[in-house]
């Protein structure tokens, strides 16, 4: 790490003390260190390098140990704790501009708020206005502040992007004056994050249309408004733009639009290949004036056969070799949501999820499953008050109850989701692991070991008879937390060698493994779960989000193990 990566680390854990209540002079001790770092004209390697830290004014001995160990190791215990330590909402709370550690320590303990959400119910109860040193302008001033943040904050989960999208798209559909809506761009590619929405709408008269589009009720601003394009701001801070479009022009819009831009230039050029000139108006021949340009077409499957090229779902459209596939027929027959018959990796009230066996059980049979997995944590998570080995007996008597008396159509596995421990062997002994049907190995510590040593750690617990299939990879939480460092290729080559399943978790802010490496993978030889990790009946509904990765991922049905059919499966986990 250089100087200023270093001196920002330095003033986060300052930020972190304050928020945690430590006294002013280590707080400043910090901040301190982290100007003298900035400021500082030496070599920073050079300083350390002949052991002159410690004496430089404002680097005590205890400072220039951590420096050290940043500038060599890129990370620090010691700040890896204190972020653990302090509830990351009230760190969030400081990208508030009126709102200092200070203030939000009084927050914290006066009013128990430690996130965003709560600040604002609280704001708007007249509840903060009365805390000593606030005042009215301060309550004020903090509301104005959530919401530019809303506003301005990048990028949005598409899961929550799509509930906004989705009765967009059914109120134009409903518009007597659209002929046909979508939405376009990233949204329906399905990346796991989305910037904005781009709605597209063929009609011959735009106004209404534009008209109902920005008196939503959720439209918190409208930022343009014209015949042809419209932009608003939702309230959750995500920005939309609609183009209307006469419908001759209505699917090639609607297929520039939706992108990505790599996947457009190659196209284009694919175009200019064969003779045309493709734009978001249409397709046009290049070299005779006498050909009409091509405008009618009455699908985007017509766009693609007009530069001789299979379907390209949009998923695929990411101008990685889609393009070529199509062209030789090559195309993935991608993995459609009703090919799933069963899902594995769920949570009930055992392990920190809100509902029972039976209510999660009973939420599953409503999708036509086959079968349903429970895999509640185990002991070593104590904060999800995992499962111990007396606790995990008792749960498959009670599944072998429920199966037994066929209280449900549905079959009911026993599985645990174990945790990794540091040195990568299992949370629970084999004895009691081999009572379940199924086992999920997880990581849920230790997230900042060495990129070798957490790889290792995986790879041994891969190598554990007991287990059935690896749950999300890498840890991540989409726009709140990196994953923890592996090699990606050598744990999934170490799964395949040992025959274990790696999970596509899908739950909408984990969506891991990342869906750029699933079709390599899979065509080595991996095997994928898509498992929507519920912690609750409504989180069932993940799968969704699970099968649109997969198919962003290139993966058919085949390469997914739960589309087999529950004799399959109890074959397949009888002879693990
Ligand atoms: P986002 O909104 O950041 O999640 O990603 P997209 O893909 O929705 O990007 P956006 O909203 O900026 O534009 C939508 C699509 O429009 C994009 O995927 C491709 C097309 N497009 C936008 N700008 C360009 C460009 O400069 N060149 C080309 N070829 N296509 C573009
Ligand atoms: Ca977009
Ligand atoms: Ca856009
Ligand atoms: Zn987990």
Redesign the pocket.
Known sequence: MNKNEIASILDEIAVLLELNGENFFKVRAYQSAARTLQTMDEELGVVIGESRLKQVQGIGDALSKKIEILYKTNELKYYNDLKKLVPSGLVEMLEIPSLGAKKIKILHSELKIDNIEKLEKACRAGEVKVLDGFGEKTEERILVGIKTRKAYKKRHLWWRANMIAKPIIEGLRSLKEVDIADCA???RRGMET?????FIVASESPIPVMNWFTSRENVAEVTAKGETKSSVRFDTGLQADLRVVPFEHYYFTLHHFTGSKEHNIKMRHRALKLGFSLSEWGLTPEKSITEKPIKEIQSEKDLFEKLELNYIPPELREGRDEIEEAGKGQLPHLIEEKAIRGVFHNHTTASGGNNTLKEMTFAAESFGWEYFGIADHSKASFQANGLNEERIEKQIIEINKLNNSKTFKIHIFTGIECDILADGTLDLAPSILSQLDYVVVSVHSSFSLSEDAQTKRIIRALEEPNTTMLGHLTGRLLLRREGYRINEHKIIDAAIANGKIIELNASPLRLDMDWRLWKHAAAKGLLCSINPDAHNTKNLDYIQAGVLTARKGGLTEDNIFNTRSLSQVKSYLSNK
Do not use: A, Q, Y
């Open positions: 761009g990233s949204l989305v910037g904005d929405l781009d």
